[in-house]
């Protein structure tokens, strides 16, 4: 796409399955923001469309990087020079996290993608570390895919393992991070065969040799007596019980979890880990670990964290320092910066 | 996607230009949560897998419906009967917005990405609705792709248009809501060119004519000295300035926006208006509208909007009324809900 | 009692069963302030212990009168003219609650017991007053006998009933009130027998018949669970179920009331009522009414009422107005007292 | 009272003087909750009644210990073993206070007057210690008859002097707790006999030779006037003062007790002690030291000192761990208990 | 004084009594800030010292306007034309209260005196027309003048009458509104005196016939015991009674209004009136009124009411519209204001 | 002025200019309020007018102390013995701060005015203390003449300068204090020349060599974008930038200052230091030193300091303590009192 022209021609398929763009739309410019055509055809026009210059990404809050990767790949084939901090890097509050310099006309176009890839999966990173800071050396898996667009459940669920995240239950975000998929059953399929106990009993039998046995326990009846219904059933083939308790039933308190902890052990069975999910923050995953819990089902804190506003700004052009009011020109001190 | 096996042997190509999914990888279920693939597993196993059930969607909290078309997409070819609240019609808190009646093996794997897809496009057009109730017979213009992964950057400016926008800025947003994507420029050209009048002449003499010729004038000067500059150079041909005031320096407030009014009204020029954005909000649009704005840019307020939280729950099994701890079993009294 | 030579000598008895006063005790001044021992005492020095006072009580706090009987008990024999509100009347702030004219010598010496015993009693009334007052036509049941010392719980319990209470458990308290106790089970006797529905079935065997059924269905297993065990069990015999949800558990909700009473309508058990208890308070009354609850049991919040401070000042010595610093001398004018 | 049957034909006496309890009707079960007696006919008819349980007694809030001797007193002649902290001791949030082992009929009848009486004698005690801990060596008096009801009166006053009170004016109180009962004098004794120092002298001269003399000295004038006059009448026989002033004044506020100080100084009487009084709290107790006060008269903050909640629970029947939802099973490890 | 040069010349007489202004210093500009004078220089260097100029002064918050008759004085020979609301009519925020028309160099150096008498004139005459709307038809006595430097209390007691004031304490300030000035005592010469009633008596002896007597309760005894012997000394040519208690006996409260209105009316005293004084706020006179006060003396509410800041705007110079950033050009349309 | 016949006597000349009181006026008393003219009166009738006493002032807040000098003025020929704390010094919440002993006839006459000049110069004082303390080493200038009556301008620049600051734009008020006032240019002699960097040039030229040159930069144009302009044409004779942003804009921020400072870095102006001005308080001192402001010009705060209440109490007459209720009576023992 390389002209307003181009735009008014542009007609959507009446057979498009999904509203969300392919990485070939994306690639060609079709999810920019229409001023940067426009921007184009201006410098065209006065014949500066080949001016080198430099731009830098500066964060509006504190957090972690995530999106490098596909920024690079963005950006790959148009010839300008990348330094940004590491995927996975703490960034402060207004640092420079990315540098580029090059042609304008090459790279402008990508600001409206480049922006919004680094302030989402910052955002989910960002979440994700709080998660993992307030769990320790506990367990955290991302179970958020089901609050955002699945063409990007898979990018968040990656981005929250960058973040911290152990694991995640969405197929392809898991993959993308090199990791398997994790997760329990839906409460369907015990509504479906009507007793936790049964769909438990079959559950462990078509699970492979090896791979962890964890019931869901809260669905017909009270949590702690399906726990044990279920750990006397199962007996040692039952690795954990998971508590998803309703918003409308208190959801998951550090009562609940002390309880069952202590009903599971005088019933002997101590190894029977217990998995926590619905509501988790970093705040309540402190008091819920003080009570026992042995890992955490995080969804709506990692999926729903607000983007990190990035803002990009030419500080050089042709060589000499510019910049708008309200910020200093020339290029930012910044040697955390690495070249790509 | 059928099985456990073929996800452990999913493997992601090494080429792959972005993380997001394609529509053919969320149509194939490798976006999905991996718990549905097991409940798959589980019911086959018993011979459960093709009873019929009956699933309810309601939301967390009251707001705009949007999403449905790619939820019937997704559908299309299940078998499954579907009926919905209208796209963009509003919901109360709790309310089923939509209910499935089918095979469960034939819908399930989509629990995930339905969920995902009207949560998030819902959030989207409430935020939307609510700067429109905010501006009245004002145009809201919608900024926000800066702000999320390019991948689903349409989805959020088409759901934004659903909501009540007026227009909005990315190209593919704006034509799947059956609109011409508007803007004006971004700070870069001016940077570059050095100085905004001569950027405002190409960009009145490149534009075609009739169309609107709207200047950002906050780059290099005070707003109202360049204001007037670039009225006193374009004349007629200037349809109105926007006011993008940085943080740095208080943001756009009431008491500028009035005295630009009053500036241009002395110097002649009543006839341009003024667009405002930088961190609007409803409550913002309030008072600058009273102060004399005549148009809206709104970025972070719609696309940081948090999905709004929905769940799907199965309410019959089989025929018979059931579901889970907290909830009330049976189909849900909802005369709203439309066949599709 | 009558001088601080027979308070010297008060010895207590070895095997004295409890620290509460009995009726004769308070009768004879052991339970007053030493000082207006001292004051009788002067007073009889100086031949002016036969003087004619009259004094007035007022309430810091408005509220509903309560404990004029024993008052008017304590003071029989005195030669004392008694004025008050009536048993269960609404006073105001500073509103003067009953007057006393005649010797000092004959009622001072009551000062201490006769304040306390309004003070308490119309704290407690007062309460119950406020909980009658969100319940509207449904049904108030005192259950706070467990936090207040023995001797006193009937007093609190009848009090209660004064103030607007439907019914009461304590034994006594209800007796004085003219009513019969009413009370469902304790956790205890499900806990020995192992099963609700159990206890259940004896229950309602051994209760006479018409008397009502209800059943406390939170011991073992989920309350929706329970509750349609029990039902089904009991079938028409079954007047209501108990909710008393513990804290650990969050309680009893309005959700909880919800769910119970759309799984009872659905199973055809509309006839059973439910009576919630546990932490009730006046503004959860008015939720959970509205959640479809029939009844409310009261503890703490009646219980633990404070009491309504009372003072008691002399307002005119031998016929002429007199009074502390800080208050108005004279007979204030009070038409609503009646001479008793 | 052993039966439903029992209770049904209980009428109240009409010549009845009060409606508190006494010692025998409480240790007759008169006061407990009917449910209790219903609990042990089902228990009877079940064969059960003889089962032997434990039970544990805990608070929902921490504080200081008071009225073990009264339930010891209850549950002697009932066979079980029982086990406490002390009278005095602190206890935490959740800490087990006391356990019960033996035949559940035998002392079941009891929950609800063991729990009153520890719930209402600790808060007191409480709320005693607080004001202790805030006067640290000056002395701490009990004031508090008024605010309750005089069956109670010395109970309360009592648990005020094993949580730290040094004194208290309740006669029985005071007595109860191995004290003589202390205090000044009333108001009306000095309205009546119309000048403050008139009323000093005679009770200097009626009070035993080295019992301390504290006169009231808020009623007619300004305490700082009324305070010289009364210590150049009495000289060296006055002990202290007392100032009460009443709030339509202003309260006893720190200036007032600094300058009552420097003028008692100036007028060398610096022998004389000054006694505070009226709506002291621990906080204030603190101010007021500070600005030269000698002791402290409380009323309310430890007579409306809400009880703690105590709660009952069985953790083992027949020598199996048991309890309802939301609590733990099974005896707990509290190794501070000690047995009775 | 017309130059840098003169400043730089000026000395400080050695024996100079105070270092407030004399009217002739600041008519001949020496209280002017020195920037006003580099401006004339700066002027008169390019020969624009004498161009025809308007400038508008407004006011950050809305108040009553008062001070207008000084800045008249001191323009008076500068050969402007004046335009201005009323002494003491009210404004609103950012409301124009004045207008000046005329050579720059003629009134630029009156500037800083001219805002500074119309902010701290109009900052007091608001406080006292808050105070007198408080008081509707009782009387409001200002009684700040023991707060402000001796130079400008006859200012500000004149400023609070033009707001609404019945009456001053400063000789002056009452002299320049047109009143007589009022008062009664000083603490000072009761303790001289040592009592009250002698006080009373030869100032009521003293004092013209007609004069109001009003006298000083609080010095030495409670102001009701004072108050009672004052009235009876004094019987009708008492016309009322001053309450002043000290913020260290609580201050003057509605009880102690009540109370002593009460005590007079019980003695035959109803003609005696009650003038409060001490710490009186709008809000205070509101509840005092109320309980009885007749009338209110103000002191520090008036006295240390911020100066209300105003600012002045060249809005033209030589006929044309100008002003300065954040402000609109040109002459503000105000049909309030009157030409002087 | 010697009595209320006088007063009644005196007449307001028609052709007075201004409203404040000359120093003579303050001298002779007509300042003082009317009811110290009464007590001298009967005083005078009583023979007790020649009596011995001692008076103490004391400070309501703490602060520091101004105005001394000008109380040591108006008491000279009265034959009192001064002691004081010195001009400039702290003092703490009630401490005293002054004690004049002598015949209360000779000085009684000025405590109206005394204890005002006390209460405002040290409320003044106290305020710029705080300013400096925030600014530590950097220069805090007054600019607050525009908010007080011009009677009391000097009083107030000077007690800044007492109370810290460095330099007072006040003519008069900077030579009272020893130093010349400094100050740049109003906003008006921009307006009217049209240009800034005009203006600038012209103020370099008239100011004599070596006095610094600090030039207004936002009255016409952005502030930095004025900034480098005026930096370019005055070169090395510029020796800083005041910022005065109006509210409109947002006032003076951190980031404006940050980037000013990095923009004349930039340019090679390193030496121009910015100075801020514009509603500037402790707070916003230390945010904008940090952000690299170099002096601080401040108004309202100082000159809108509320005045600190100051008490004068008779302690001792004739050689007798004594005092008000509610004072401690007799001398206070002040060791830092200095006699004058």
Not at 89 to 104: A, D, H, L, N, W
Not at 298 to 318: C, F, R
Request: glycine letters at 10%; aromatic letters at 6%; proline letters at 5%.
């Amino acid at each position: 796409m390389r002209s307003l022209k181009e735009i008014e021609e542009l007609a959507i398929a009446p057979d498009r399955l999904l509203f969300s763009a392919s990485a070939q739309e994306i690639k060609e410019g079709w999810t920019t923001d229409i001023y940067f055509v426009k921007a184009r055809e201006i410098l065209k026009e006065t014949g500066l469309d080949k001016v080198p210059v430099t731009a830098e990404v500066f964060a509006r809050h504190s957090g972690i990087l995530a999106g490098v990767p596909e920024v690079k790949n963005l950006l790959q084939d148009t010839g300008v020079e990348l330094w940004s901090l590491q995927e996975g890097e703490p960034f402060r509050e207004k640092e420079v996290v990315m540098r580029i310099s090059g042609i304008y006309d090459n790279f402008g176009i990508f600001e409206t993608a480049l922006l919004g890839i680094l302030a989402s999966s910052s955002g989910w990173a960002t979440a994700a570390r709080q998660c993992k800071d307030a769990a320790g050396t506990k367990k955290v898996v991302c179970f958020g895919a089901r609050h955002v667009h699945p063409a990007i459940a898979p990018v968040m669920e990656r981005a929250a393992i960058i973040g911290g995240a152990d694991g995640a239950s969405c197929i392809l975000g898991a993959k993308l991070a090199g990791r398997e998929p994790t997760g329990t059953m839906p409460h369907a399929v015990i509504l479906i065969l009507g007793d936790t106990v049964k769909v438990a009993d079959i559950y462990q039998r078509i699970m492979p040799e090896g791979a962890p046995v964890i019931i869901l326990v809260d669905t017909f009846k009270d949590e702690a007596e399906e726990t044990l219904r279920v750990a006397e059933a199962l007996k040692e083939r039952l690795s954990g019980v998971r508590l998803d308790t309703p918003s409308e039933r208190g959801g998951v308190t550090p009562s609940l979890v002390r309880e069952i902890r202590a009903r599971l052990d005088l019933g002997g069975f101590s190894y029977v880990q217990i998995l926590v999910s619905g509501g988790i923050t970093p705040e309540r995953i402190v008091v819920l670990d003080r009570a026992g819990a042995d890992s955490f089902g995080v969804g709506s804190y990692i999926s729903s964290a607000p983007p990190i506003d990035m803002t990009m700004d030419l500080k050089e052009v042709d060589g000499k320092p510019v910049t708008k009011r309200g910020r200093i020109p020339g290029i930012t001190h910044s040697p955390r910066l690495k070249r790509f």
